[in-house]
C-alpha cells in the first residue's frame, strides 16, 4: 500500500553503517523522515563528504550504547555538507548505562540551514518507553572524546541552543573543540549548554 500523506515517513534513515571500516560515501542528496547518516556500533574510519539532507534528523554518531551494549566508533569524518529543514544538524547521541568509546570524530564545513537542534552531544539519549532505565543510568555511558565541531553555519529556529553538550558525570566528554561555529540566532534562541563537558571554561562558546 502506497502512501499518500504528504508528511515525511517517519523512522526512514537514509545511510546506517554499523560493524564497518574504511568507508567513503560522497556526492548524494537526501530526503528523509530519520537520521540522514547514522555512524553506529563497530565503526572505524569513515569519512562522508558532500551531501545534502533534507528534512530528518541530521548527521549523527549513534545512537550507541542501548540496554547497556558495549559500542565503539572511531575516526568518523563529517565534510563540506549540508543539511535543510533538519531537526537535528551535527549530533553524538548515546545511552545512559551503555559501554565503550566514541573518539575522533570531526564534523567540518557543514552548513544548517533553519534546524531546530544544531550542535548537539548527548550521553542521555533514550526512547520514551525506556525513561526509567535511562534515569536510573543517567550517571554513566560512552566516553565521548575527541570531538570537532569546525567551520558550523547556518540559522536555527530559535527554540533550542544553538550549542547543547550533555554528558554524563561519571563518564564526562573529553577532548572537544569548537571552532567557527557560526549559526545565526533567533529572537528566541536560549545559552549554549555545556554540562560535564571537561575544559568547557576554556571553550568560548560554552558561555553564550
Not at 74 to 101: A, E, H, I
Not at 167 to 192: E, H, M, Q, R, W
Request: hydrophobic share 30%; aromatic share 4%.
Amino acid at each position: 500500500t502506497a502512501s499518500t500523506s504528504s508528511k515525511p515517513a517517519k523512522n526512514t534513515d537514509a545511510l546506517d553503517i554499523s560493524s564497518s571500516k574504511n568507508i567513503i560515501f560522497r556526492n548524494s542528496e537526501m530526503t528523509i523522515g530519520d537520521d540522514c547518516t547514522a555512524i553506529n556500533g563497530g565503526v572505524t574510519n569513515v569519512t562522508l563528504s558532500k551531501i545534502i539532507c533534507n528534512g530528518g534528523h541530521g548527521f549523527s554518531v549513534g545512537s550507541l550504547g542501548k540496554g547497556g551494549a558495549d559500542d565503539t566508533v572511531k575516526t568518523v569524518r563529517v565534510l563540506d555538507s549540508t543539511c535543510n529543514n533538519c531537526q537535528n544538524g551535527v549530533r553524538v547521541k548515546t545511552w545512559p548505562g551503555g559501554k565503550g568509546s566514541v573518539s575522533d570524530v570531526i564534523y567540518k564545513n557543514v552548513h544548517l540551514n533553519n534546524v531546530e537542534n544544531p550542535v548537539i552531544v548527548t550521553t542521555h539519549y533514550c526512547d520514551k518507553n525506556q525513561m526509567s532505565y535511562c534515569t536510573k543510568n543517567a550517571d554513566t555511558s560512552l566516553a565521548i572524546s575527541g570531538v570537532t565541531f569546525d567551520t558550523i553555519t547556518g540559522s536555527v529556529t530559535g527554540k533550542k541552543p544553538i550549542i547543547s553538550i550533555d554528558c554524563s558525570t561519571k563518564t564526562p566528554c573529553t577532548g572537544f573543540t569548537l571552532k567557527g561555529v557560526d549559526i545565526k540566532k533567533a529572537s528566541a534562541t536560549p545559552k549554549n549548554v555545556c554540562t560535564n563537558l571537561t575544559g568547557s571554561n576554556k571553550i568560548s562558546y560554552c558561555s553564550v
